[in-house]
Nanobody
Framework: QVQLVESGGGLVQAGGSLRLSCAAS????????MAWYRQAPGKQRELVAT???????NYADSVKGRFTISRDNAKNTVYLQMNALEPEDTAVYFC???????????WGQGTQVTVSS
């Protein structure tokens, strides 16, 4: 059983930056593909960025060039650096861990990001 705890959300003005962190415990972190999702009010949850166990990184088109995902396997933590934030980035951001064989997936409780115009 993997536990994920997100932190770093908050209120920021448009154009500002935030750094989200997701600390994992209870599993072998390097076995997991890590991802950030977000869900805005009234919308479906969407994938923001992924960092696979093999080192592949992908971003949603809407955040390319503004967001950077990284992971530190020694600290069992994945990060999301968010720059040039826009009001459209306002959402609850969730951390996801998916084991390399797709047998297990886990979610964090989410952290609120609010970008004011």
């Amino acid at each position: 059983q993997v536990q994920l705890v997100e932190s770093g959300g908050g209120l920021v003005q448009a154009g500002g930056s935030l750094r989200l962190s997701c600390a994992a415990s209870g599993g072998i972190f390097s076995w997991y593909d890590m991802a950030w999702y977000r869900q805005a009010p009234g919308k479906q949850r969407e994938l923001v960025a992924t960092f696979s166990s093999g080192g592949r990184i992908n971003y949603a088109d809407s955040v390319k060039g503004r967001f950077t995902i990284s992971r530190d396997n020694a600290k069992n933590t994945v990060y999301l650096q968010m720059n040039a934030l826009e009001p459209e980035d306002t959402a609850v951001y969730f951390c996801n861990a998916n084991r390399w064989d797709n047998k297990y997936t886990y979610w964090g409780q989410g952290t609120q990001v609010t970008v004011s115009s």
